[in-house]
């Protein structure tokens, strides 16, 4: 299954500091840990299974330790020490290795003594974990990473993550909503769209083996930007680099200030289940972090009801499937993506 093998968001990093986090992805419990930071800087994260190798006991239940030759977890049961991968003086494979039974002191564990450990990293303000490394040669390279989203990383942005969000949805519906212009008119209508403008400009779809990418589509909205006396036309460009994630930026027209970029990262849950974060990046915009916050929130809040309510909860990419849908033509970058989830294979949320 292709899902195993892509990077995955699972929490966001400031709710792991100094305990285990017991969380699950693609049917796997997980136990997160990070080890103590240094000078200021956050320690790094640890993403293994949440299964003692000695009696199967939870092993987000147990504690961190900051020994003394480098971090570790404790199981709560018999307090066996496993090793994050300074402690463990060994290569980032050996992470999870037992380093110490308190039971029997002088006892060397072997290798076959360890948790299993996954890859995690951090971007974006989120956790992510990979459960399985890539077959390269079905795998675009691209995805061998986590999602790029440049403005979160130039110091030039203000960064502000919104969520979590869990929806009884499938990731791929959520991703196709977030891509959909044409529902601003009547989900968001006074927000971000008006059912009097509900015509909308597809642009142009690009797509490449590094995802997707539509320019030049436009909608109109009942306000074009803050201070704006009226409305007017909005330029957006979308990105699509992840199966389960999708990047919108808005750049400063004449007039506007501000310039901002949204990037949706999900969470697979299960096939009709999903969590998810945006990710906002702005320019110019002097409303404060809870204010954009809110707004997230409540934007969101008018997306909820509806995607919850599509059936099926999958979506459709094949042309035969338990229930057909039409298309029309705003729906030029939502099909593009069922193409470009049907030729990755993804499985997950589709059917």
């Known amino acids: 299954m292709i899902e195993m093998q892509l990077w995955h968001p699972v929490v966001a990093s400031i709710h792991l500091r100094d305990e285990p986090l017991a969380v699950d992805l693609l049917g796997e419990a997980l136990v997160l840990w990070r080890e103590p930071g240094h000078e200021g800087a956050p320690g790094a994260v640890h993403a293994w299974a949440d299964r003692c190798p000695h009696r199967g006991a939870r092993l987000s239940l147990g504690r961190v330790l900051n020994h003394l030759h480098g971090a570790r977890l404790e199981c709560p049961y018999h307090g066996w020490q496993f090793a994050g991968d300074a402690a463990a003086q060994q290569s980032a494979s050996d992470s999870g290795r037992c380093v110490h039974v308190p039971a029997a002191p002088a006892f060397e564990p072997p290798a076959t003594h360890c948790a299993t450990a996954f890859e995690a990293a951090e971007r974006h303000g989120l956790v992510w974990v990979r459960l399985e490394h890539p077959d ?38 959520l991703v196709e909503n977030f891509l959909d212009l044409s529902h ?48 007017g036309w909005v330029a957006y460009r979308y990105a699509v680099p992840h199966p389960f994630a999708a990047i919108l930026r808005k750049d400063a027209a004449e007039g506007d200030p501000v310039s901002n970029a949204i990037a949706l990262f999900i969470r697979p849950d ?27 929130d409540a934007v969101f809040a008018q997306d909820r009801p509806v995607v919850e309510s599509q059936q099926p909860k999958g979506l459709p990419i094949g042309k035969e499937g338990p229930i057909a849908e039409v298309h ?24």
């Not at 790029?148 to 869990?166: A, H, K, N």
């Not at 299960?270 to 997230?296: I, K």
Request: with cysteine.
């Open 136 to 173: 390269r040669t079905h795998l675009p390279a691209v995805l061998a990473e986590p999602p790029v989203f440049e403005p979160w990383s130039d110091p030039l942005w203000r960064q502000v993550l919104c969520g979590p969000y869990e929806v009884q949805t499938s990731a791929p519906r």
């Open 184 to 231: 601003f008119g009547f989900v968001h209508e006074g927000w971000l769209g008006a059912r009097s403008h509900a015509q909308v400009e597809t642009g142009r779809v690009d797509e490449g083996a590094d995802g997707l990418v539509a320019r030049d589509c436009r909608a109109w909205q009942p306000r074009a930007y803050a201070g704006a006396a009226g409305g």
């Open 270 to 296: 299960s096939p009709g289940s999903c969590t998810a974060w945006f990710a906002m990046a702005t320019l110019g915009d002097l409303s404060d972090d809870e204010e954009l916050r809110a707004f997230q």
């Open 328 to 351: 029309g033509p705003a729906d030029r970058m939502s099909s593009a993506y069922r193409r470009y989830l049907a030729r990755l294979g993804v499985s997950l949320g589709v059917c």
